[in-house]
């Protein structure tokens, strides 16, 4: 089976832009998470998804949004980019969700400048 | 009391010996836990899980063992190899909580 593929693997964007990441899932996986990874806070929850609903959702702002489709895939957009914005955004997905294997992509790396 | 191993952000190994990899976590009503292996420029890599009707789980090489107790948990690696050096965290999840929590991680250094 193809593991968790995510495009683009790098980004360098300018503040006030925004972006869209995508991540498509093992197939068979239902659930996508989307994770932030920095040095300074380590590897945060952004959001899960299962058949196209959003059921988690961390602390971050309004600037972070996701959805799913209904083959699985998730994208997920940050608008009004800043410059603390800037991190390894990682996609894992799992068969039904986080208390269950969820396996990681690569991950995107977004620079923001 | 018992005595709780302390969470190192760095651990350094001689190759060939045993390494234990120490973890709290947080909340008491997380019920899965699972060690994941990040390696520099991937994402992190699955190793082993422990739900919480277990107290010790072996995989090949690895062993989880979870104290509920003191909300404590570790992960062996046995005969440590140059491929163990990356950097190992522990995350938990609640059940219908639908995320990970992460710590904080614990770069693990194999000298040949």
């Known amino acids: 089976k193809a593991g968790v593929t995510q495009t683009p693997r790098y980004l360098i964007k300018t503040r006030g832009q925004q972006v869209t990441l995508s991540c498509s899932p093992i197939?068979?996986?239902?659930?996508v998470s989307w994770y932030q990874q920095t040095p300074g806070q380590g590897l945060q929850f952004l959001f899960e998804?299962?058949?196209?609903?959003?059921?988690n959702k961390g602390n971050f702002p309004g600037r972070f949004s996701g959805r799913q489709f209904s083959n699985s895939r998730s994208e997920m957009n940050v608008s009004t980019l800043e410059l603390g914005d800037s991190a390894l955004y990682l996609c894992?997905?799992?068969?039904?969700?986080?208390?269950?294997?969820?396996?990681f992509g690569p991950g995107t790396r977004l620079t923001v400048t | 009391g018992e005595s709780v191993g302390l969470h190192l952000p760095t651990l350094s190994v001689q190759e060939g010996d045993n390494s234990i990899i120490n973890c709290a976590y947080s909340?008491?009503?997380?019920?899965?836990f699972i060690w994941y292996k990040q390696e520099s420029g991937k994402g992190p890599q699955f190793i082993i899980d422990?739900?919480?009707?277990?107290d010790k789980r072996q995989g090949q090489r690895v062993t989880v063992l979870l104290n509920k107790t003191v909300k404590h948990l570790s992960l062996q690696i046995a005969a440590t190899q140059p491929g163990d050096s990356a950097v190992y965290f522990c995350?938990?999840?609640?059940?219908?909580?639908?995320?990970?929590?992460f710590g904080a991680g614990t770069t693990v250094t194999v000298r040949a």
């Open positions: 995350a938990e999840t609640a059940s219908n909580d639908y995320k990970l929590s």
């Open positions: 909340n008491s009503a997380s019920d899965y």
């Open positions: 998804y299962f058949s196209e609903t959003q059921r």
């Open positions: 197939s068979g996986h239902r659930s």
């Open positions: 894992a997905s799992s068969f039904r969700g986080s208390s269950y294997e969820q396996y």
């Open positions: 422990i739900r919480s009707n277990m």
